[in-house]
């Protein structure tokens, strides 16, 4: 994967999961209010990182991506096991929430491709 594919793919992965979450948004306003605000501000934080992936911000851009896409994974198993603060343990799904999932997942190649040669210096 060259870098050019892999910062327009993460770019691409981490809006369409943002924008999923925007959609999802006003139904989490009226289960748990803060749920709602937490999507509107995952949405938010994808277009900030993908801007930053965009101008090659290879600290505050991809790991503003890798934090909100597994801080989401995170949330949605939680929300469906052991269940989040203020509201009851929801089912597994929809089909727009595993897409989600999927793109959160599928982020990390262009990231780890894309950061290589960054995450080699760190370790």
Do not use: C, Q
Not at 38 to 44: G, K, R
Not at 53 to 67: F, P, Q
Not at 73 to 91: A, C, K, N, W
């Amino acid at each position: 994967m060259t870098v050019k594919l892999g910062k327009w793919m993460g770019m691409i992965v981490i809006l369409i999961s943002g924008l999923i979450h925007l959609f999802d948004a006003p139904g989490e306003f009226h289960e748990a209010p803060y749920m709602g605000i937490l999507f509107v501000i995952f949405f938010v934080g994808s277009i900030v990182s993908a801007i930053g992936i965009y101008r090659g911000e290879h600290v505050w851009g991809w790991l503003l991506g890798g934090a909100l896409a597994i801080g989401a994974v995170i949330g949605y198993l939680i929300s469906r096991t052991v269940g989040m603060p203020r509201m009851e343990i929801e089912d597994w799904g929809p089909p727009l929430a595993y897409l989600s999932i999927l793109l959160e997942l599928i982020y990390f190649l262009p990231f780890l491709a894309s950061n290589r040669i960054y995450l080699k210096r760190a370790l």
